[in-house]
């Protein structure tokens, strides 16, 4: 799930994520791989096209290809997800693939509490047969938002999809922690998500929320250079309400686009819409007052952090733009959430 702001409505929510390899996704089935290995299809990168590139088994596509079907039944793969979530859309991006595409494709979900799916679990029909186009992006979105561990992606009858985007956000249950348990409420892993930026030129706000350190200046949110006066921001949804009790800021990758300060404002909203949120956050009490940023580095905040009881969401501003890898906001979940 992007939360750039690119062609789709789906920037602000947060699975895609989780349908990547870096977050422990995995394809983990293909009836059939043959012409372009199944582990291509979650690739967090776009699609290449590489003219005179071949393998042993013939032209060499990036994305997840089988070989030409010469009996009935239909090709598919599976997909185990990083985290179990909540889906809201899927992109089918079929790019480069023109005489090899898949004339129809579609989805299925299922739930697994553990394991991957076996020959008793019960599949039900997100996306229903479809049909596709060549060297083409299709969005579909669900009339309903369903839950699920695994996608299963159906072909008729075979051939090659470059990229499938899962688009929703991470089910997190407060319930699963001890109460007094300090966590990083922000965290993608603990249901947090982005909301919207008012730039993300060079790199997604989601990228804030991702586990461990960024590995590079496009594994962060990043904004183009600022021309006019004002400054950067980002809207993002605690997964966990709660309270607030250390601010981790990281700019690593970030050198010579950092930004020079950022500050912080937040509140507790949990059931506004996402719109909404936006309009008010500009409104929003400050939590933490402007802070001095430098250069590839990591900045604790513990002290100066404003009383503001449980908060769902927050607001980064960062002075006048450049690039944030990782927010953290650590702290312990408000009453009522947690068990015990």
Known sequence: ???????????????????????????????????????????????????????DNGKWMDGWETRRRRAAGHDLCIIRLGHKGIVKAFEIDTRHFTGNFPPAASIDLCVRESGDPDANTLWREAVPITALKGNDRLLVTLPDAM??????????????????RVYGHVAFDPQSLTAGETIDLLALAHGGRAIAANDAHFGKPDNLIAP???????????????????????????????????????????KGNFPDRFSLQAAYCPDSPDELAIVQSQFWPVLLEEQTLKADAELHIRDGLAALGPISHVRLNIIPDGGVSRLRLFGKPAQGQTKG
């Open 147 to 164: 839950e699920a561990s695994h996608i299963r992606l159906n072909i008729y009858p075979d051939g090659g999809v470059a990229r499938l």
């Open 212 to 254: 461990g350190r960024g590995i590079n200046m496009g594994d962060g949110w990043e904004t183009r250079r600022r021309r006019e006066p004002g400054h950067d921001w980002a809207i993002l949804a605690l997964g966990c309400p709660g309270i607030v009790d250390e601010v981790l800021i990281d700019t690593a990758h970030f």
């Open 1 to 55: 799930m992007d939360l750039s702001n690119d062609r789709h409505a789906f920037h602000k929510s947060s699975l895609d994520r989780s349908c990547k390899p870096a977050l422990g996704s995995d394809v983990i089935f293909a009836s059939d791989d043959f012409f372009a290995d199944k582990a291509r299809l979650i690739d967090p990168d776009d699609p290449v096209f590489i003219p005179g590139k071949y393998d």
